[in-house]
């Protein structure tokens, strides 16, 4: 049976709508490109290259040797802080709670987040795994030699000031931002302080499957 001319315009105006309603709705449920600009609006900076993380031997909250091999095979937050610290040290450790808690499970499995002591005089692995635990039984630490600590932080752009630690409750200067390192153990970006925990697990998990 012939087609009439009416008919064939039918079919073209249906596909055409067809056509508009479907890239309305990619346009509206499509996940936005990781953008850099509009990553650094929710503090998160990623690098066009990655960079290198020195190897180091520091002692883990559990007692035992931290190396950057530990630093392979998941991805990792760094935050290099310490337990005596009144401000900023809880809020981010806190901050990294609500980023772990709020991921999807299969991200917050791949996720390991370490606190990086800058105050190896008072902590110690004992101290260490105490306040970590008190945010998450999941969150790693290590601390130990100066000179190895001042090698790790200068290569992951952390500033921090050695105290004169015959003070009494002395305190450490310190950079806040949390330092990201990809499962090959590399260093590929920073989260910038204050955290943005809703922003950021909306993003992270984009992060690591790209």
């Known amino acids: ?21 479907g890239a309305l709705v990619y346009k509206t449920t499509r996940e936005p490109a990781l953008d850099r600009e ?12 990655p960079r290198s993380v020195p190897e180091v031997e520091l002692i883990s909250a559990d007692g035992e040797a931290w190396t950057r091999e530990d630093l392979n095979g998941q991805w990792d937050l760094l935050f290099f802080g310490y337990t005596y610290c009144p401000d900023i040290c809880p809020t981010t450790m806190a901050e ?5 808690n709020n991921l999807p499970a299969e991200q917050a499995d791949q996720l390991q987040i370490t606190m ?26 290590a601390s130990g030699d100066p000179e190895q600590l001042a090698s790790l932080a200068s290569a992951l752009s952390i500033a921090y000031i050695e105290p004169d630690t015959s003070e009494e ?22 989260l910038r302080a204050p955290l943005r925990p809703a922003e950021l697990s909306q993003w992270l998990p984009r992060i690591m499957n790209r």
């Open 1 to 21: 049976m012939a087609v009439s001319g009416v008919q064939k315009t039918v079919v073209i105006l249906v596909a055409i709508i067809a056509l508009i309603v």
């Open 38 to 49: 509009v990553l650094s609006r929710s503090g998160i900076f990623l690098f066009d290259t």
């Open 96 to 100: 990294l709670r609500k980023i772990e």
């Open 116 to 141: 990086i002591s800058v105050d190896p005089n008072r902590d110690t692995p004992e101290r260490m795994r105490e306040y970590l635990e008190y945010f998450s039984e999941g969150f790693k630490g």
């Open 169 to 190: 409750n002395y305190m450490v200067d310190h950079s806040g931002q949390v330092i990201m390192i990809n499962p090959e153990g590399e260093y590929v970006g920073f």
